[in-house]
C-alpha cells in the first residue's frame, strides 16, 4: 500500500510539472488561455512587449477560413521581433528569413484561447551554427515567457 502511494504521488507530481510548462509537442509551443479571443489577443501584445520585443503585426487569417467553412472569425498571427536582430540574422543568414519574424497564432475557442507557436529550439536541427543555437535558446525561453503570461493570467 505504501508503495502504491509512492507511486501515485510520483506520477501526480510529473502530471503537475507538465501542467505548469506551455505544452510540448515536438515542433510547437502550445497553450490554453482562460481569456476569451478579444481579451487574450491584447494580453499576448502586452506579454510580447514586456519581453522586450517589438510587435511587427497582428494578421487577420479569418476571412479566408470562414469563407471555407469555419463558423468563427476568431484566428490572429501576431508577428514580433527585434528589429535590429532581424536585420542582422537576415544579412548574416538569410535562409534563416522564412522564420522572420518570429510569430504567435492565437484563435478562440469555446470561451478560451489557443496559442500555438513553433518551437524555436526546433530550427536548431536546420541551422547548426553554435552562435544561432544561443539565439534560438534565447527566443525559445522568451516565448516561453509569453505563453505562459497569457495562460496563467487571472480574469
Known amino acids: 500500500m505504501k508503495r ?4 501515485s504521488c510520483r506520477a501526480l507530481i510529473v ?3 507538465l501542467a505548469s510548462a506551455p505544452l510540448l509537442a515536438g515542433e510547437l ?3 490554453r488561455s482562460p481569456l476569451t479571443f478579444p481579451e487574450a489577443q491584447p494580453r499576448l501584445e502586452e ?5 522586450g520585443y ?5 494578421e487577420r487569417v479569418d476571412i479566408d477560413l470562414v469563407a471555407i467553412g469555419f463558423s468563427h472569425g476568431n ?3 501576431v508577428s514580433y521581433g527585434r528589429p535590429e536582430e532581424i536585420k542582422m540574422l537576415s544579412r548574416r543568414y538569410p535562409e534563416l528569413m522564412p522564420f522572420l519574424p518570429l510569430q504567435v497564432v492565437i484563435f478562440g475557442e469555446r470561451g478560451s484561447s ?5 518551437n524555436p529550439l526546433y530550427l536548431q536541427q536546420f541551422f547548426s551554427q553554435p552562435e544561432l543555437a544561443k539565439v534560438f535558446n534565447r527566443w525559445n525561453y522568451d516565448l516561453e515567457r509569453i505563453l505562459e503570461n497569457v495562460r ?3 480574469r
Open 4 to 7: 502504491f502511494i509512492a507511486i
Open 15 to 17: 502530471l503537475c510539472l
Open 29 to 31: 509551443l502550445m497553450v
Open 47 to 51: 506579454a510580447i512587449q514586456a519581453q
Open 54 to 58: 517589438a510587435l511587427s503585426q497582428a
Open 75 to 77: 484566428y490572429r498571427v
Open 114 to 118: 489557443l496559442l500555438v507557436a513553433i
Open 152 to 154: 496563467d493570467v487571472a
